[in-house]
């Protein structure tokens, strides 16, 4: 049965490179029929180290960044980032780009790992390795990244295997459940489930059975038209001029609270300008709404028809 059971892992669905027994006989070793198979077999002919070894080019690596180690370390532990990326066989087709960012991973985990804590380097590395696989499978997932947060990665991969859990329980699987088995907030299971449900949409595709009408008909352009930018610059222009005219009848402790507070890009406290001009804080606030509503009389006056004033008052 174990022969069989390696004959079609051969044959057909490519195994971790562990896995695969040796191939010879008297033609030789077979050719891989794939690159996938090549890359198998090369994995498959790189010796392991001994623990000493190991040891002794981590030291090398940790104490004198030594490339030459580094690259010893990754080229014979390939056969983990192979391995974990079989574990994902199912989630990702393309086992060729799982396995590369297995090694990227794999790198980052030699890159961080410290010799003198007594654990193996291949236990060490199997997070780092597994990290960048998952992070990979849910950026690649579909054309729209759904898992932009460490807590929506986690959820992505394991949200549905709970849910299961759950019901093969007898539990029903609500949102507050499944918040609290993942320590997170029923609005971001929501959101999850939502997308693992949802698919991607082409922007081609026919609203109606005609076929008139597509996605990118009623999808609007959020950007300003270059007409719409002129006439706003036109605006903050015009503004800015009228507040500069307005400025120039004020005494100095209201145009401070306009230029140092109101308008500034970095503006003072209530606080700053009081101690300028020997104030309390509250005298400050109470002149500061006195200045906005002149100001605003004033604008008004200036340009009729102006309605927004989001950019005086800072807080």
Same mark, same amino acid.
């Given at each position: 049965?174990?022969?069989?059971?390696?004959?079609?892992?051969?044959?057909?669905?490519?195994?971790?490179?562990?896995?695969?027994?040796?191939?010879?006989?008297?033609?030789?070793?077979?050719?891989?029929?794939?690159?996938?198979?090549?890359?198998?077999?090369?994995?498959?002919?790189?010796?392991?180290?001994?623990?000493?070894?190991?040891?002794?080019?981590?030291?090398?690596?940790?104490?004198?960044?030594?490339?030459?180690?580094?690259?010893?370390?990754?080229?014979?532990?390939?056969?983990?980032?192979?391995?974990?990326?079989?574990?994902?066989?199912?989630?990702?087709?393309?086992?060729?780009?799982?396995?590369?960012?297995?090694?990227?991973?794999?790198?980052?985990?030699?890159?961080?790992?410290?010799?003198?804590?007594?654990?193996?380097?291949?236990?060490?590395?199997?997070?780092?390795?597994?990290?960048?696989?998952?992070?990979?499978?849910?950026?690649?997932?579909?054309?729209?990244?759904?898992?932009?947060?460490?807590?929506?990665?986690?959820?992505?991969?394991?949200?549905?295997?709970?849910?299961?859990?759950?019901?093969?329980?007898?539990?029903?699987?609500?949102?507050?459940?499944?918040?609290?088995?993942?320590?997170?907030?029923?609005?971001?299971?929501?959101?999850?489930?939502?997308?693992?449900?949802?698919?991607?949409?082409? %922007? #081609?595709?026919? /609203?109606?059975? &005609?076929?008139?009408? *597509?996605?990118?008909? !009623?999808?609007?352009?959020?950007?300003? +038209?270059?007409?719409?930018?002129?006439?706003?610059?036109?605006?903050?222009?015009?503004?800015?001029?009228?507040?500069?005219?307005?400025?120039?009848?004020?005494?100095?402790?209201?145009?401070?609270? %306009? #230029?140092?507070? /109101?308008?500034? &890009?970095?503006?003072? *406290?209530?606080?700053? !300008?009081?101690?300028?001009?020997?104030? +309390?804080?509250?005298?400050?606030?109470?002149?500061?709404?006195?200045?906005?509503?002149?100001?605003?009389?004033?604008?008004?006056?200036?340009?009729?028809?102006?309605?927004?004033?989001?950019?005086?008052?800072?807080?």
């Amino acid at each position: 049965m174990q022969d069989e059971k390696d004959r079609r892992e051969i044959d057909g669905e490519a195994a971790p490179p562990h896995a695969l027994p040796e191939r010879t006989g008297n033609a030789g070793p077979l050719a891989p029929s794939d690159p996938l198979q090549y890359y198998l077999s090369m994995v498959r002919s790189i010796p392991r180290l001994t623990p000493d070894e190991e040891h002794q080019l981590a030291v090398r690596v940790r104490e004198h960044n030594d490339a030459d180690a580094a690259l010893k370390l990754v080229t014979a532990n390939l056969w983990l980032a192979v391995s974990i990326a079989f574990e994902f066989r199912n989630q990702f087709q393309n086992m060729l780009d799982l396995i590369q960012e297995g090694n990227i991973g794999l790198m980052r985990g030699i890159q961080k790992f410290d010799p003198f804590k007594g654990v193996p380097l291949p236990a060490y590395a199997t997070y780092w390795v597994r990290a960048y696989i998952i992070k990979y499978i849910l950026d690649n997932w579909r054309l729209v990244r759904v898992g932009t947060t460490n807590t929506r990665r986690k959820l992505l991969y394991n949200l549905n295997k709970a849910t299961q859990e759950l019901r093969n329980a007898g539990v029903d699987p609500t949102p507050k459940r499944l918040a609290a088995h993942f320590s997170t907030t029923e609005d971001e299971v929501r959101e999850v489930q939502k997308s693992l449900t949802a698919r991607d949409v082409s %922007l #081609e595709t026919p /609203l109606d059975a &005609e076929g008139g009408r *597509t996605y990118t008909d !009623i999808i609007g352009d959020a950007r300003p +038209t270059p007409a719409t930018e002129v006439e706003a610059e036109e605006m903050i222009g015009m503004v800015k001029r009228h507040i500069a005219d307005f400025a120039k009848g004020l005494k100095d402790s209201d145009r401070a609270i %306009l #230029e140092q507070r /109101l308008m500034s &890009e970095e503006p003072l *406290t209530l606080s700053q !300008i009081g101690e300028q001009f020997g104030v +309390t804080r509250e005298a400050v606030r109470q002149a500061e709404v006195r200045l906005m509503k002149r100001l605003k009389t004033y604008l008004q006056e200036k340009i009729p028809g102006i309605s927004d004033f989001s950019f005086i008052g800072r807080g």
